[in-house]
Every structure is written in structure tokens, then in C-alpha cells.
């Protein structure tokens, strides 16, 4: 019976683990001025899951919107950028957290996709929460060595969940997204 | 009968949408599909179609964009020099704030006509005539004719003269 009581307390915390990302606020960056031409916003906006890209000068940044109940994939707002010809230079993401309990250095599964944690200490997020994702091309090279300094897991290169997680579930080719908050 | 009238609408829009096309009949300032108006620095009307018969270049560009601004060093040069001869420039910005606007054409040392679109790439004359880098300008001659479409320094200069008669 206590067992019983333990699955279901569990799949109920599961659940519970909730959050909804609803936007992304995105810095591009290459070798000529990247304002100055509207291809990255025009491949954003053909990105399947963004409703609206918007382009806001005075902090020379793109703010997507996305569609509702998506399910966001970072990765392919990275290749949309990349694919326009320029690189990301900043890659924040907004979501709606209900109590999710974060750890530092720890992974965690969120809205189906896996994220890494890399500064925060132990906390619960709930509410309207911007993560900054530190994965190698999301951000300078320089602040990239500056976060991949900051753990000694091996996935913060790769992206890929490797050998750390395999005893959690975790398959080896599984993307982890590394964030600071 | 409704539905021939829609369909006859849209192939008319369908290539309406492409007046500014390398393809295509050469673009004339006068098509109405390229025709615009914009508001000048003393909140005066500029209209497009009202340069014609001038040499000109119509200029796109806003306060933000570097290169635009370093290729407004070259454009004053040329202005100055030619102005006298009959050329002229018809900057369009696409800056979303006034002031902005207005501090960069003074900083700039511009003195040609500066028309304002604000909406940055989903601004009207932007829209018109499909720009989608700045700084994007087009060579105008006398007849209205778009004869040249993002030269720069030399070849532009080279070209102003030629449609002088220099």
C-alpha cells in the first residue's frame, strides 16, 4: 500500500512539474551589422513553432513570440540564425513555472526537454522565469568558457547527456540545454 | 462572375508585388505600385513620383545601421559636389523614433531631402520597394527609370556623371 501511495505521490509531482515557455528574447551577431538586414527575422518567423518575431532596435534585439502549447525546440531558432548567415550572440527563454524545484548542477526535465542548471542554487521557481541558455553557439565564445568552466559534467560540451545520467533514464544522445537563471 | 473578378484581383496583385524585379521591365518611379509618400524634416509631404525628371538616388537607411551611417559620408561628398548639376537624394529612414531620426541627419551634416517611414522592414515605401538590407539605394534618371541598384563610391559616382550628361 505505502508503495502505491509512493507512485502515485510521484507521478503527481511529475505532472506538477510544469513550465510553459511562451517567448525568447534572441541577440544575432556576424561580421556585417545584423539589424541591418531582415534576414533573421524573416527565418524566425518561418520557424514552425513562433507566432511572431519582433524587432526591437534600442537593445538590438529579437523578441519571439510563440505559438500556444508549443513545443518550443531552441536548437531550431539557433539554425534559423545560423542559416540567415549570422551566429547567436544571446538566447534567453520565458516560461511559466509552477513550483518547480531547481538544483545547481543538476538536470531536470522540463516542458519534454532536459536542462542543466548551471548557477542557481537550490530553489523553487514558479511564475513568469527567463533562463539564459549557455550552450556552446548561444552565447560568446568568451562567456561560454566562462560557464563551461563552471561544471565538471562533460555535457556542457557536447549538449548530449552522455554517460552522466544514464542511471536516471537519461539516453546518451539526449539534448540537455544548460541555462543559468 | 464574383469569384472570375476575384481570381482576375489576384493575379493582378500576384504580380503587382513584384514592380521592383532584375527580371522584370525596368522599375519607374512612377508606377503607383512604387509610389510613396513620406514625411519631411519641417513635417512637410514628400511625394516619390513628384522627383521626376531629376537625377537622383533614393536612399534607404536608419540612424541605427552603421554602415549606413559611414555610407552617409560618402553620399555628402557626392551631393555636395554634384548638387549644382542637377543631382539629388531622397533618404528614406525607416527609424522608428523621430528623434533619433532627426539627431543622425543633423550629425550626418545631411542636407538633401529626409523623409521618414516609421516600421522599420514592414514600413510602407520599404515594403514597396522590397528592402530587405540597409543602406539599399537606387540610382533614378530623368525619366524615372531605376538604372542602378546598390552601387557605391566609384561606380556610383561614375554613373551619376554619365546620367548628368558630364
Known amino acids: ?181 | 462572375m464574383k469569384s472570375l473578378r476575384i481570381l482576375i484581383l489576384s493575379f493582378v496583385f500576384a504580380f503587382s508585388a513584384s514592380a521592383v524585379n532584375a527580371q522584370g521591365p525596368i522599375p519607374n518611379i512612377t508606377d503607383y505600385r512604387l509610389d510613396f509618400t513620406v514625411v519631411g524634416m519641417t513635417g512637410d509631404s514628400i511625394s516619390l513620383s513628384s522627383l521626376k525628371g531629376k537625377v537622383f538616388l533614393l536612399d534607404f537607411w536608419a540612424s541605427w545601421c552603421g554602415p549606413c551611417r559611414y555610407a552617409n559620408k560618402q553620399l555628402v561628398k557626392f551631393y555636395n559636389k554634384y548638387k549644382d548639376k542637377g543631382f539629388e537624394i531622397l533618404s528614406v529612414s525607416l527609424d522608428d523614433e523621430k528623434s533619433a531620426w532627426k539627431k543622425a541627419v543633423t550629425k550626418d551634416k545631411i542636407t538633401w531631402m529626409q523623409g521618414f517611414d516609421r516600421g522599420g522592414w514592414d514600413s510602407f515605401a520599404a515594403r514597396k520597394w522590397q528592402v530587405d538590407a540597409l543602406p539599399s539605394s537606387f540610382l533614378i534618371n530623368k525619366n524615372g527609370d531605376v538604372v542602378g541598384i546598390n552601387l557605391e563610391k566609384d561606380d556610383l559616382e561614375k554613373k551619376i556623371k554619365e546620367l548628368l550628361g558630364l
Open chain 1, 1 to 181: 500500500m505505502k508503495k502505491i501511495i509512493a507512485v502515485v505521490v510521484v507521478a503527481f509531482v511529475t505532472v506538477a512539474l510544469q513550465a510553459q515557455f511562451s517567448k525568447a528574447t534572441l541577440q544575432a551577431s556576424g561580421l556585417t551589422c545584423s539589424m541591418c538586414s531582415k534576414a533573421v527575422k524573416v527565418a524566425l518567423e518561418k520557424v514552425p513553432f513562433v507566432q511572431e518575431v519582433k524587432v526591437n532596435i534600442k537593445s538590438q534585439e529579437y523578441t519571439i513570440v510563440f505559438k500556444e502549447n508549443n513545443n518550443a525546440d531552441f536548437d531550431a531558432l539557433k539554425k534559423a540564425v545560423e542559416d540567415a548567415g549570422f551566429s547567436v550572440a544571446s538566447l534567453k527563454v520565458t516560461g511559466n513555472f509552477s513550483d518547480v524545484s531547481v538544483q545547481k548542477d543538476k538536470h531536470l526535465q522540463l516542458d519534454g526537454k532536459n536542462f542543466h542548471f548551471i548557477n542557481s542554487s537550490d530553489k523553487v521557481l514558479s511564475g513568469e522565469q527567463t533562463l539564459t541558455i549557455v550552450d556552446k553557439d548561444f552565447l560568446s565564445a568568451k562567456d561560454y568558457k566562462k560557464y563551461s568552466a563552471a561544471t565538471k559534467m562533460e555535457c556542457i560540451k557536447t549538449g548530449k547527456a552522455g554517460n552522466c545520467c544514464v542511471k536516471d533514464g537519461m539516453h546518451s544522445e539526449e539534448r540537455v540545454y544548460h541555462v543559468i537563471i
